[in-house]
């Protein structure tokens, strides 16, 4: 299964002054799996030693000299490593806190090794207040669900993403393809881009059968709030993760959560699941200049769920309705947002944490409400989402008109189109909006 971060490692492997690198997600994005078959395809040796399943590798770390680490490794592993030739990848990493300090070692004593680490619950380590990160010693890496591009490539139509970056406004999409591409989000709505479930619909065709693996993955995220739920109580955990999946889309009010637990807890409990990957916070901004985050407002935010397959999962509906009805329009089009969320945060560069946010204006007599802004380089653009086939851009106008912009962006079912300073822009080709604003402002 190609992922597009793999072009990153090559690119991470090649690099003159290359630090070491963490590949930081959340579980079961297919970090491991990623690693690996990246070691094997461009290292002679590859040394994977993963915490969870073999603590007694610790003691190689009580010591934090690169060369006593390798010494020892070398011994236990009974594998050479030699500078170009073997990737040493620590994995579960935040199982072994010293490993990861022993990272800038490694940088400024053995900076000739290629050395990864990853771990599904990394950021508690790193956001830990005693923990002591080694900043500018290392390099980090997101790694997210599959995007809708690596979902075609998966089921065999890679193809089709070949064609979709070839489009241009004046040419459009054929309406035979537009419907075959629609379809196709749909099947990615219901699958989602956990690369397990992908791989289960490849090799089954059957959605029950992924249906089934969705439940077991959300079971998982479960059994690991007991690693992170030290100082808030499993229980507020729990709450925020089964209700947040149906809250995509809305404003986030405690109450609409629980109204028994106090808002503190629950923002604890938001920050936490935030950090394992599994939440995504979309903030408030007032979009007066870049970059957005100088003007957000951390009290009022959305929030997505890590993947669209298990939002749609945690509705319950029968696999014969998602097939038959449009699932675009359930919960008042939640689920169009979600994937316009993931698909937006899927496309932004890999080597930094990527941000969402989205504008609102509250006033008695002209509620306006844009569901994302985003940039293409110096150049803010407000996006609306629209899950059916009709809708009203009273808001994006009304931001267009507000801030002086030339540009907004409509996602829906609707073909590629360009007028009146609305680029239409279908939800099967989100990872060509930068490309196609670029055409429109050059």
Same mark, same amino acid.
């Given at each position: 299964m190609?992922r597009?971060?793999n072009q990153?490692?090559i690119?991470w492997?090649?690099?003159?002054?290359?630090?070491p690198?963490?590949?930081?997600?959340?579980?079961?994005?297919?970090?491991?799996?990623?690693?690996?078959?990246?070691?094997?395809?461009?290292?002679?040796?590859?040394?994977n030693?993963n915490f969870e399943?073999k603590p007694?590798?610790?003691?190689?770390f009580?010591?934090?000299?690169p060369?006593?680490?390798?010494?020892?490794?070398?011994?236990l592993?009974?594998?050479?490593?030699?500078?170009?030739e073997?990737?040493?990848?620590?994995?579960?990493?935040q199982?072994c806190?010293?490993?990861?300090e022993?990272l800038?070692?490694f940088?400024?004593?053995?900076?000739?090794?290629?050395?990864?680490?990853?771990?599904?619950l990394?950021?508690?380590?790193l956001?830990?207040?005693?923990f002591?990160?080694?900043?500018?010693?290392?390099?980090?890496?997101y790694?997210?669900?599959l995007?809708?591009?690596?979902?075609l490539?998966?089921?065999g139509?890679?193809s089709?993403?070949?064609?979709?970056?070839?489009?241009?406004?004046?040419?459009?999409v054929?309406?035979?393809?537009?419907?075959?591409?629609?379809r196709?989000?749909?099947?990615?709505?219901?699958?989602?881009?956990?690369?397990?479930?992908?791989?289960?619909?490849?090799?089954?065709?059957?959605?029950?059968?992924?249906h089934?693996?969705?439940?077991?993955?959300?079971?998982t995220?479960?059994?690991?709030?007991?690693?992170?739920?030290k100082?808030?109580?499993?229980?507020?955990?729990?709450?925020?993760? @089964? %209700? *947040?999946?149906g809250l +995509?889309?809305?404003?986030?009010?405690?109450?609409?959560? =629980?109204q028994? $637990?106090?808002?503190?807890?629950?923002k604890?409990?938001i920050?936490l699941?935030?950090?394992?990957?599994?939440?995504q916070?979309?903030?408030?901004?007032?979009?007066n200049?870049?970059?957005?985050?100088?003007?957000?407002?951390?009290n009022?935010?959305?929030l997505l769920?890590?993947?669209?397959?298990?939002?749609?999962?945690?509705?319950?509906?029968?696999?014969?309705t998602?097939l038959?009805d449009?699932?675009?329009l359930?919960?008042?089009?939640?689920?169009a947002?979600q994937f316009?969320?993931?698909?937006l945060?899927?496309y932004k560069?890999?080597?930094?944490?990527?941000?969402?946010?989205?504008?609102?204006? @509250? %006033? *008695?007599?002209?509620? +306006?409400?844009v569901?994302y802004?985003?940039?293409?380089? =110096?150049?803010? $653009?407000?996006?609306?989402?629209?899950?059916?086939?009709?809708g009203r851009?009273?808001?994006?106008?009304?931001?267009?008109e507000?801030k002086k912009?030339?540009?907004?962006?409509?996602i829906?079912?609707?073909p590629?189109?360009?007028e009146?300073k609305?680029l239409?822009?279908?939800?099967y080709?989100?990872a060509?909006?930068?490309?196609?604003?670029k055409?429109?402002?050059?």
């Open positions: 190609k597009q971060l990153s490692l690119k492997k090649n690099q003159p002054g290359r630090m690198l963490l590949l930081r997600g959340a579980r079961q994005v297919g970090k491991s799996f990623l690693v690996e078959d990246f070691g094997k395809t461009h290292f002679k040796y590859i040394i030693i399943l007694e590798y610790k003691s190689c009580k010591t934090l000299d060369a006593e680490i390798i010494k020892s490794l070398s011994l592993t009974q594998t050479p490593i030699i500078p170009s073997t990737l040493l990848f620590f994995d579960e990493a199982e806190p010293r490993c990861i022993s800038r070692y940088k400024e004593q053995k900076p000739e090794l290629h050395v990864i680490a990853a771990g599904s990394l950021e508690f380590v956001n830990d207040e005693n002591h990160m080694p900043v500018g010693r290392i390099q980090s890496l790694l997210k669900p995007s809708f591009y690596e979902f490539d998966a089921i139509k890679a089709w993403c070949e064609y979709l970056q070839t489009v241009t406004l004046s040419d459009g054929d309406e035979v393809m537009h419907n075959q591409l629609l196709a989000v749909r099947e990615y709505l219901i699958l989602g881009g956990m690369p397990a479930v992908v791989q289960q619909f490849i090799e089954s065709n059957n959605f029950q059968f992924c089934e693996l969705q439940a077991a993955i959300l079971e995220y479960r059994n690991d709030f007991g690693k992170y739920a100082s808030v109580n499993h229980k507020y955990l729990q709450t925020v993760f @089964e %209700k *947040t999946p +995509a889309g809305q404003v986030i009010k405690y109450t609409n959560i =629980s028994d $637990i106090q808002s503190r807890d629950l604890k409990a920050k699941l935030t950090y394992a990957g599994v939440l916070p979309v903030y408030l901004s007032q979009a200049g870049l970059p957005l985050n100088t003007t957000l407002n951390e009022r935010f959305k769920f890590l993947d669209t397959g298990l939002v749609q999962y945690t509705t319950h509906l029968g696999i014969d998602l038959s449009d699932i675009l359930l919960n008042r089009g939640s689920l947002e316009v969320g993931q698909e945060l899927s560069v890999p080597y930094e944490r990527a941000e969402l946010f989205y504008w609102e204006r @509250e %006033k *008695t007599s002209s509620k +306006a409400e569901d802004i985003t940039h293409v380089g =110096s150049t803010i $653009i407000p996006v609306e989402v629209k899950a059916g086939k009709t851009l009273k808001s994006l106008q009304q931001f267009l507000e912009l030339n540009l907004g962006v409509r829906s079912q609707h590629l189109a360009f009146r609305i239409s822009l279908p939800l080709m989100i060509e909006f930068d490309r196609l604003v055409t429109i402002e050059s």
